[in-house]
């Protein structure tokens, strides 16, 4: 019996965000028959996807950062690739600083990928330094969205993979709702929240900013705040300097996201930049109003009357009593199936477009190399 095909994916850290979210959502509906996923990572946590990879297959390598230690991650990356025979190595990631990485896989047999998950990040001037580099370390280049590419690779082109999810899971279902609504006592009141881990683009502060707005105008609001990350303790710092101790409530990772969008009543989304965030298309199958900030990308609204934009430089009270006025409007709650197929969101769809992927252009390298071996005999 043939064994699969096993591609290594480059990480920062497999635990729960954006990014790895959409790693995971194919890994576990591509056929793994066909295909395996493994991983190099530079950290690991507690309650990231570690485990479950495992599960299901595939292997965790856990290598030394590359700004730390960068001769010993090439070294181990080209090791890696030559010894496990991987036709394709593909890194995710915000900046171009990783291109060393690809060039390292690229130098030991493997078609390169980069997949650009942002349009902007803090470390700019590693960034465009990383740019020249890119031009040569990645055969294939990969965006979540148009400004996602443009700012990973400038005039070069790109193909756009949309961040696609599994549809149906997210489903608004009032079984869902009711037990969210249970654990946390929330009979008779509205809840908000946002779903992020603590990073800086995130925009937490301003959140919370908010989150004091919509308690002022509705005195039986719940906020939460589902993830984690490195600025959570200056998070549960100014809950208690704003006075917001039993107000917002930080429930750390949650396996249970889609049970959550069922029991919110508003997603309130401040971020000061994205690529194209997964949960705002979670939240549209939902049928979850949402307030998102005016900086994320237009293309993530793909269905009718669920998202509302406004700019982050508004004060926090113009939010609060948008986010009000659209929890005490209690919509439908149905889930536009079609529109979020049709815009190329379902993750049945990807699936079958990566597999082909894949298959392509291990193939095309393949004959490349058997007509170089030809020519040269």
Same mark, same amino acid.
């Given at each position: 019996?043939?064994?699969?095909?096993?591609? @290594?994916?480059?990480?920062?850290?497999?635990?729960?965000?954006?990014?790895?979210?959409?790693?995971?959502?194919?890994?576990?509906?591509?056929?793994?028959?066909?295909?395996?996923?493994?991983?190099?990572?530079?950290?690991?946590?507690?309650?990231?996807?570690?485990?479950?990879?495992?599960?299901?297959?595939?292997?965790?390598? @856990?290598?030394?950062?590359?700004?730390?230690?960068?001769?010993?991650?090439?070294?181990?990356?080209?090791?890696?690739?030559?010894?496990n025979h991987y036709p394709m190595v593909i890194r995710h990631t915000a900046n171009a600083l990783v291109a060393p990485q690809l060039l390292a896989a690229k130098?030991?047999?493997?078609?390169?990928?980069?997949?650009?998950?942002?349009?902007?990040?803090?470390?700019?001037?590693?960034?465009?330094?990383?740019?020249? @580099?890119?031009?040569?370390?990645?055969?294939?280049?990969?965006?979540?969205?148009?400004?996602?590419?443009?700012?990973?690779?400038?005039?070069?082109?790109?193909?756009?993979?949309?961040?696609?999810?599994?549809?149906?899971?997210?489903?608004?279902?009032?079984?869902?709702?009711?037990?969210?609504?249970?654990?946390?006592?929330?009979?008779?009141?509205?809840?908000?929240?946002?779903?992020?881990?603590?990073?800086?683009?995130?925009?937490?502060?301003?959140?919370?900013?908010?989150?004091?707005?919509?308690?002022?105008?509705?005195?039986?609001?719940?906020?939460?705040?589902?993830?984690?990350?490195?600025?959570?303790?200056?998070?549960?710092?100014?809950?208690?300097?704003?006075?917001?101790?039993?107000?917002?409530?930080?429930?750390?990772?949650?396996?249970?996201?889609?049970?959550?969008?069922?029991?919110?009543?508003?997603?309130?989304?401040?971020?000061?930049?994205?690529?194209?965030?997964?949960?705002?298309?979670?939240?549209?199958?939902?049928?979850?109003?949402?307030?998102?900030?005016?900086?994320?990308?237009?293309?993530?609204?793909?269905?009718?009357?669920?998202?509302?934009?406004?700019?982050?430089?508004?004060?926090?009270?113009?939010?609060?009593?948008?986010?009000?006025?659209?929890?005490?409007?209690?919509?439908?709650?149905?889930?536009?199936?079609?529109?979020?197929?049709?815009?190329?969101?379902?993750?049945?769809?990807?699936?079958?477009?990566?597999?082909?992927? #894949?298959?392509?252009? #291990?193939?095309?390298?393949?004959?490349?190399?058997?007509?170089?071996?030809?020519?040269?005999?």
């Amino acid at each position: 019996m043939n064994e699969p095909i096993r591609i @290594l994916h480059i990480v920062g850290a497999m635990y729960p965000g954006g990014m790895e979210n959409f790693i995971m959502n194919l890994y576990r509906n591509i056929d793994r028959t066909r295909f395996q996923f493994d991983f190099v990572v530079h950290q690991q946590k507690d309650n990231d996807y570690t485990e479950e990879i495992e599960k299901l297959g595939g292997r965790v390598y @856990l290598l030394p950062r590359l700004t730390r230690k960068p001769f010993s991650n090439l070294h181990r990356i080209r090791r890696l690739v030559r010894e496990n025979h991987y036709p394709m190595v593909i890194r995710h990631t915000a900046n171009a600083l990783v291109a060393p990485q690809l060039l390292a896989a690229k130098s030991a047999g493997a078609v390169t990928v980069c997949h650009s998950h942002n349009e902007t990040d803090p470390q700019l001037r590693l960034h465009r330094m990383g740019q020249k @580099l890119m031009r040569r370390a990645a055969d294939i280049r990969l965006a979540c969205s148009e400004k996602a590419g443009h700012w990973m690779y400038g005039d070069q082109s790109f193909e756009v993979i949309h961040n696609a999810i599994d549809i149906p899971r997210f489903a608004y279902r009032e079984s869902k709702a009711a037990k969210i609504r249970e654990e946390f006592h929330l009979e008779g009141k509205h809840a908000y929240g946002n779903i992020a881990n603590f990073i800086a683009s995130k925009n937490h502060s301003y959140l919370l900013r908010i989150y004091r707005e919509i308690i002022a105008l509705d005195p039986d609001a719940v906020c939460f705040c589902l993830g984690e990350g490195d600025l959570r303790p200056q998070i549960e710092e100014e809950i208690k300097e704003l006075h917001l101790e039993g107000r917002v409530i930080l429930t750390g990772i949650r396996g249970d996201v889609p049970d959550f969008m069922s029991a919110l009543d508003v997603l309130v989304f401040p971020s000061r930049f994205e690529g194209l965030p997964l949960t705002l298309i979670e939240a549209q199958a939902a049928g979850l109003p949402s307030l998102i900030s005016d900086t994320i990308t237009g293309d993530v609204i793909v269905t009718e009357g669920i998202v509302r934009q406004l700019s982050i430089e508004l004060d926090p009270k113009e939010w609060a009593e948008r986010a009000v006025l659209l929890a005490k409007e209690q919509s439908d709650r149905i889930c536009p199936y079609e529109s979020i197929a049709a815009a190329g969101y379902d993750i049945r769809q990807l699936v079958q477009w990566y597999q082909e992927f #894949i298959q392509k252009n #291990i193939n095309r390298v393949q004959n490349e190399k058997e007509d170089l071996s030809e020519d040269t005999e």
